[in-house]
């Protein structure tokens, strides 16, 4: 998409710190890092999100992850990683190219896990829970 920021790094209109590159797929430096390496692994096909890329995008793209994470453990010395995805404005997305956000993470960084995003627990015990998502209204 000619106004997608993130095509416009995959064609190499706009600069970034590439990592890694294969046929399918682009790791890059964020601009912005949270963490040392704060990494960010995109489809080179544009997509808003998960549901919108093809299907055999999928593996190629989660493929990268790994590799990259695996990576960043072994190069940073890290001690784990936060691995995710901002999906629409009320998650926090800014940038409408599908991209997986990978931080490595040190003991004692002061950092959260990804559960302590937001605090909006249901109203409903989980077995209503479930059967409303088994009922999928
Ligand atoms: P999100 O909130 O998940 O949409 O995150 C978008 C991320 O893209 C942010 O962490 C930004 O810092 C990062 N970002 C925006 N523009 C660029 C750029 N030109 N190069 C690298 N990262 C970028």
Request: glycine share 6%.
């Amino acid at each position: 998409m000619a106004d997608c920021l993130f095509c416009r790094i995959v064609n190499k209109e706009i600069p970034a710190e590439i990592i890694y590159e294969d046929a399918d797929t682009l790791a890059f430096l964020d601009v912005h890092p949270k963490t040392p390496a704060h990494v960010l692994v995109i489809p080179k096909t544009h997509a808003e999100n998960l549901a919108a890329l093809s299907d055999s995008q999928i593996p190629p793209l989660f493929s990268t992850v790994k590799k990259i994470g695996k990576l960043l453990r072994s190069v940073l010395k890290a001690d784990g990683l936060t691995i995710g995805i901002n999906e629409g404005r009320a998650s926090g997305q800014e940038v409408d190219h599908l991209h997986v956000h990978i931080l490595p993470r040190f003991e004692n960084d002061r950092g959260g896990s990804i559960q302590s995003i937001v605090n909006n627990p249901p109203l409903q015990n989980l077995k209503q829970i479930k059967e409303k998502i088994l009922k999928n209204d």
